[in-house]
């Protein structure tokens, strides 16, 4: 079986005797709210969401909207949700969105759009930077042509497991999907990561889309939820596809306070994950035989031998949770994640390296 992020679910969390504060890499999902998030989830005023009542979801749905140019905002339980209720509110039965392979809508989602929406997932092959040529994009816009599914949409990623994706090379795929007759959606779940470590703004990166899915449980910290963010009509049609999967809360804005506060709070912090990522890298790269890799929070430790899971074991022992992956590794920093801890795990691969 290939080592996934979600093979060691549990490893070391249980087993953990070292009665310290746990030093979780796995993902930058692991994080729990701050005490400044947590204050302003108690306080936040509720109302019945599906009304339309609640007014911190109403206040994050605009935040966000206006945070990314765009005209309207939904919050949806996860990244999960947000990517689907946009595929089925962009495309009908029959019709097919074009993705990259190692895309989290194709990989990772368990192809919601087609068991549920009928919609047909047409992957392209990406390249070492997560990236798609706009030829690939032209070549796989279909005919009309009764024996092909219609093709109607574009999905982008950007960060692309913590890889940047250009301004520019987006601009340009989207323009490419565009004159085909696409519509546009990106995935970024952790676009404000792409947002710090480009130092351009939010608006810049969502400009060329129609639609655009934002994490808010990831690097920004907050417990649950992600923003869909486009067109004021798609947004009431998306509205009513969220309903459709179940997925319209009432008294959200418990929920949606930590999203607002992640966003007013938590994005400039992301360059501190990013430059402890960094030093991890640098700190790793020392070692002979492991091979890093990082751009953003994520950093890819190619490993000379598979000792993967002996290494996590032994990590596990000193409070450092990490998936087991081989050849290459996943590390994940995040708001949980300080400097001084980053040297702990530094010191403890090295050790274990020694061995
Ligand atoms: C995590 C992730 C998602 C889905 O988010 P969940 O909240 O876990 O459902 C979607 N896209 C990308 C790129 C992600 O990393």
Redesign the pocket.
Known sequence: MVATAYSTMGVGVVGNTSGDKLIDLRSD?VTRPSAGMYDAMMSASVGDDVYGDDESVNALERGAADLLGKEAGLFLS????S?LVALLTHCGRGEEAIVGND???FT??ACGASVLGGIALCPLVTNESGGLTTDQVTAAVKDDDPHSPISRLLCL?NTVSGKLQSPDSIKALSDTGRSAGLSVHI?G??LMNAVVALGVEANELAAPFDTV?L?L??GLGAPVG?VLCGPQDFIRRARRNRKLLGGGMRQAGILAAGGSYALEHNVGRLAEDHANAKLLAEGLSVIPGLVTDVQTNMVFVGLPNNNAAELQVSLAGQGIIISAGFPSMRIVTHLDVSAADIECVIDAFTSFFKG
């Open positions: 999902t996860s990244g999960t949700q990517n895309y989290h809508i990772s989602e990623e995935d779940a952790r899915s994490c449980s990831k992600s």
